[in-house]
């Protein structure tokens, strides 16, 4: 969520997004430039595993995929843990 606000506040300046950076993400209107997040695993596939278990790869039990606009498509939202390989987006 810092990144999304660190995004908004540059499309702020660059006129293209109006208002506080913090209640813009809040209400969610980052989400029309910003809807893949900062990155996601890369292994077997591209997208490790894209479509067919990306809940299971870039999730946990306890942190589930959210399904709204604008976050169904991060790819990753679990902790970083060692060996692991990602992109870097956007």
């Known amino acids: 969520m810092a990144a999304a606000e660190k995004i908004v506040e540059g499309l702020i ?10 209640k813009a993400v809040a209400k969610g ?3 029309m430039f910003f809807q ?18 990306e809940q299971y790869v870039g999730y946990t039990d306890t942190l589930k995929k959210r399904t709204d606009f604008g976050f169904r498509s991060l790819r990753l ?5 060692e060996g692991m390989v990602l992109t870097v987006e956007p």
Do not use: S
Request: with cysteine; aromatic share 0%; glycine share 20%.
């Open 13 to 22: 300046t660059l006129g293209l997004m109006k208002g506080d950076p913090k």
């Open 29 to 31: 209107a980052h989400t």
């Open 36 to 53: 893949c997040g900062l990155g996601h695993l890369l292994g077997l596939d591209v997208h490790d595993m894209e479509n067919l278990g």
């Open 77 to 81: 939202g679990r902790a970083l843990e």
